[in-house]
């Protein structure tokens, strides 16, 4: 019986916090659009081409300096994606890097803080799709903690957040991206506890060291 109840109470607090996701991706779109620029934006490839445009137009709009779009097709040429970005050809070849690296979610995060260490960012705006976005912080976080970071979630036009349990596609790309979301804050919630760990346990080498010299 206590196993019963704590199954249905974990389903209760799992089922919770999807609706509080839900939520959290409905109330992220439309966009705010940031008063001051940031020092770049970063963009990164997915299920809609819309991620791509609304990083060009904030690069136009002179919210940052450079444009990085993450995760591109290896196979894509440079000049192939400038209709894709619907904006001037001028501030493509001059302000728009592409990154051909990432093939996931982490390979985004590791190619974007490369990319701003190379470049000297630590403030940036983060566009990608609405149910995407919260995944994606964590892992540019951990992969760029000194970082500064501005969301600017896209609405998915296949995925409609504001009714996602109607739709099959919908219900099944919002759970998975939860259930992806869970994953990544289980395993920082966790290096957060082994880290302090593992510095407690180098701390007495090195006074060792410093006694025996």
């Not at 050809?89 to 302000?95: R, T």
């Not at 919630?189 to 346990?201: A, E, H, Q």
Request: proline share 6%; charged share 25%.
């Amino acid at each position: 019986m206590r196993v019963v109840i704590a199954l249905l109470l974990a389903g209760l607090l799992w089922a919770a916090g999807l609706l509080a996701f839900a939520g959290r991706v409905i109330d992220s779109t439309p966009a705010t659009e940031p008063e001051d620029a940031a020092q770049a934006i970063v963009v990164l490839t997915g299920a809609s081409d819309m991620r791509i445009k609304e990083g060009m137009r904030l690069l136009e709009r002179r919210k940052g300096a450079r444009l990085l779009i993450s995760g591109v097709n290896r196979e894509v040429k440079r000049p192939e994606l400038l209709p894709v970005t619907e904006g001037s050809k001028q501030l493509y070849e001059c302000c728009v890097d592409l990154g051909f690296e990432a093939e996931n979610t982490i390979g985004n995060a590791q190619e974007i803080a490369a990319w701003a260490r190379a470049k000297g960012f630590d403030d940036l705006i983060v566009v990608t799709s609405d149910y995407h976005m919260p995944r994606s912080l964590l892992e540019i976080k951990a992969a760029l903690p000194e970082g500064r970071f501005h969301p600017y979630p896209v609405a998915s036009p296949s995925l409609d957040a504001r009714a996602w349990w109607k739709s099959s596609p919908a219900s099944r790309t919002l759970i998975i991206e939860y259930c992806k979301y869970l994953a990544i804050l289980g395993r920082d919630m966790l290096d957060g506890i082994i880290r302090p760990l593992r510095k407690d346990t180098v701390t007495p080498d090195k006074e060792l060291v410093k006694d025996a010299s």
